[in-house]
């Protein structure tokens, strides 16, 4: 796989493209648990591919990691993961959260890396993963997608065009209709925390107004100017009155998640702060980052120092969203 496709699935796309029939919450359609004939609980549950499930309630699940933390802080844990969750020095990608890694099985770490043998050796009753692109299950390799789809049930949650609090609902929907109480002291207080950081931003937002900001992800040798109503936490941050910088030729083949430019051409788009991408995957923007390419030097945002980490595929939770809130805010109020 070329650079390109590499980091508009891998990296950029980490939140890209659903199908364009991506149903809403409401019909996610979960039910009450009721007890079964043989004593268990059952379910029924539909997905955003518009697939039912229903019958005895799952209790071994197997999760991409996106999927896997945002269940987690709601209290329900899969037995194994597939996609990023150990970074090259060893440590948790942040990708996972606050998934307990020692107690999960991995299937793979990167792209086009899933172990079937594996994953059929766990018994799985349920997969479950995110969805960016065409009803893609995300990790899920082309390759083996037919054989997965056949050896578990499984389920997608569509993730194109939302904003971060609805992702947050999606996952509490899914782990509700798989025993969990999302109304639990614990997630009403993660709720409390996080409506008090995104009261905070709004204003930290408003302070800031007249601050164009440039969301973007870069490689050695080129970058990705992203367009954010396409990802979920910064859709939330313009929903909230921040001033994006609009990439003027968003790749429509892979959702029109951002446009590739030359590091040559970056100055072609104006900005007064920098969201820089700073995932694994992707080259450091930090202050000391790109030392020796005279346009990124040159850029209005970069000689202000006014720099800011971002995470498009922050876990949909309260638990990992609200530091990301409290991060942008105190950033923000620097720059005010």
């Known amino acids: 796989m070329n650079n390109l496709p590499t980091l508009s699935r891998r990296g950029f796309l980490a939140g890209t493209a659903a ?4 149903t809403l919450l409401s019909a996610c359609g979960y039910t009450e648990d009721k007890p079964s004939g043989s004593g268990g609980t059952t379910w029924t549950y ?31 844990r899969p037995i194994g993961i597939f996609g990023p969750s150990k970074l090259a020095d060893g440590k948790p990608d942040p990708q996972v959260g606050g998934v307990d890694l020692n107690t999960v099985t991995s299937l793979g770490n990167v792209w086009n890396e899933f172990n079937f043998d594996k994953f059929v050796s766990l018994n799985p009753q349920l997969l479950v993963s995110v969805i960016y692109l065409k009803q893609q299950m995300w990790y899920v390799p082309d390759t083996q997608a037919d054989k997965v789809d056949k050896a578990a049930p499984s389920v997608g949650i569509g993730l194109q065009g939302i904003a971060m609090p ?9 782990a509700k209709a798989l025993g969990a109480d999302v109304e639990a002291p614990a997630i009403q ?10 009261a905070a931003l709004g204003e930290a937002i408003k302070k800031t107004s007249g601050l164009k900001v440039l969301l973007l992800s870069a490689q050695k040798d080129t970058c990705y100017v992203a367009n954010a109503p396409a990802f979920a936490t ?8 921040m001033k994006f910088v609009a990439p003027a030729n968003p790749d429509a083949s ?21 969201m820089y991408d700073s995932r694994g995957g992707s080259l450091s923007l930090g202050p000391d980052g790109l030392g020796g390419v005279p346009t990124w030097q040159q850029l209005p945002a970069v000689k202000a120092g006014r720099l800011i980490a971002w995470n498009n595929e922050t876990p949909f939770s309260y638990q990992r969203f609200t530091p990301e809130l409290s991060s942008l805010t105190a950033a923000l109020n620097r720059f005010a």
């Open 19 to 22: 199908a364009g029939a991506m």
């Open 46 to 76: 539909t997905d955003d591919r518009g697939r039912k499930l229903d019958g005895e309630r799952p209790t071994r699940i197997v999760a991409q990691v996106t999927a896997a933390a945002a269940l987690w802080d709601y209290g329900i």
């Open 166 to 174: 609805e992702g947050i609902t999606k996952f509490a929907a899914l």
């Open 189 to 198: 207080q993660a709720r409390a925390s996080f409506e008090q950081a995104d």
């Open 234 to 241: 910064s859709k939330h941050y313009q929903n909230k009155g």
């Open 254 to 274: 892979q959702g029109g998640y951002y446009e590739q430019v030359s590091w040559e051409n970056i100055g072609k788009y104006e900005a007064d702060v920098i």
